[in-house]
């Protein structure tokens, strides 16, 4: 089992920066894949970014250039900074986890975190 925990979100005026952090306990470990989806109203959730089994980070086009995804695995937790933020931002923030574990692949997910951003 795993739990993950997010914060950092909040209102922000566009132009700011915010980090998001997501604090994880459990089964979860250094190689396994993590991920940063949003939500806003009215449109499905989206993957923002992403880090692989192998380290690589990938990010929707919407978001390259101005976000970054870090992970600090002696602390287990996973970070999203981002910069140069837009109204287009706006949405709730999830942290998600895909640990492999033999043939089953697992996926938890955190409570998320809203992040406003005002024009």
């Known amino acids: 089992q795993v739990q993950l925990v997010e914060s950092g979100g909040g209102l922000v005026q566009a132009g700011g920066s915010l980090r998001l952090s997501c604090a994880a306990s459990?089964?979860?470990?250094?190689?396994?894949?993590m991920n940063w989806y949003r939500q806003a109203p009215g449109k499905q959730r989206e993957l923002v970014a992403a880090i692989t089994t192998g380290g690589s980070k990938n990010y929707v086009d919407s978001v390259k250039g101005r976000f970054t995804i870090s992970r600090d695995n002696a602390n287990n937790t996973l970070y999203l900074q981002m910069n140069s933020l837009k109204p287009e931002d706006t949405a709730v923030y999830y942290c998600n986890a895909k640990p492999v574990r033999g043939l089953r692949v697992y996926d938890y997910w955190g409570q998320g975190t809203q992040v406003t951003v005002s024009s």
């Open positions: 459990g089964s979860i470990f250094s190689m396994d894949p």
